[in-house]
T-cell receptor, first 113, second 111 residues
């Protein structure tokens, strides 16, 4: 697979702790907000999405929170594991004819053993 | 990688030469996308397709063209490669635009 040296901000957490990854989005009219995970040498992988009319959504070990008042999105990962080490991207979508995603710049999560 | 392949996986080419990257899917998804990923910029959309022969521009489409003559194939062409097009290129597919599945990427170096 391919990787890019992205020179991104890094969040370092201890294995077993909870991680919180934050993102500010730009378009108050966006309908969906999504988190993607990109492991080294691979393409991004869909994790979880949340619709704009919700403020919280839970998945397996992950929770996404949406605060539309301050245009803020966060991804919480419970009991962080070494396999969670990756670059995490938030993305937003304004639905309409042939809508598309706008990605944030990404944050690197590093899990310390 | 959700039935997506990209070819070639690596390519080195000279400035001014044409280059075509291929994305092939076996999922029969309607939408296909080409992104480039660069340090400091994250993922940026080049072009996308919402059906056979239906394509549209993304935010960084200058210098690129695309074609989709079959559901399963989406081609990205650099008519005359420049050094600024050195990047990692990702193809993605989806049936809903927000849940996209990405291919493994192509590293293109233009010398």
């Amino acid at each position: 697979g391919e990787s890019v040296g992205l020179h991104l901000p890094t969040l370092s957490v201890q294995e077993g702790d909870n991680s919180i990854i934050n993102c500010a989005y730009s378009n108050s009219a966006s309908d969906y907000f999504i988190w993607y995970k990109q492991e080294s040498g691979k393409g991004p992988q869909f994790i979880i999405d949340i619709r704009s009319n919700m403020d919280k959504r839970q998945g397996q070990r992950v929770t996404v929170l949406l605060n539309k008042t301050v245009k803020h999105l966060s991804l919480q990962i419970a009991a962080t594991q070494p396999g969670d080490s990756a670059v995490y991207f938030c993305a937003e979508e304004y639905t309409g004819a042939n809508s598309k995603l706008t990605f944030g710049k990404g944050i690197t999560l590093s899990v310390r053993p | 990688d959700a039935g997506i392949t990209q070819s070639p996986r690596h390519k080195v080419t000279e400035t001014g030469t044409p280059v075509t990257l291929r994305c092939h899917q076996t999922e029969n998804h309607r939408y296909m996308y080409w992104y480039r990923q660069d340090p400091g910029h994250g993922l940026r959309l080049i072009h996308y397709s919402y059906g056979v022969k239906d394509t549209d521009k993304g935010e960084v489409s200058d210098g690129y063209s695309v074609s989709r003559s079959k559901t399963e194939d989406f081609l990205l062409t650099l008519e005359s490669a420049t050094s600024s097009q050195t990047s990692v290129y990702f193809c993605a597919i989806s049936d809903t635009s927000y849940e996209q599945y990405f291919g493994p990427g192509t590293r293109l170096t233009v010398t």
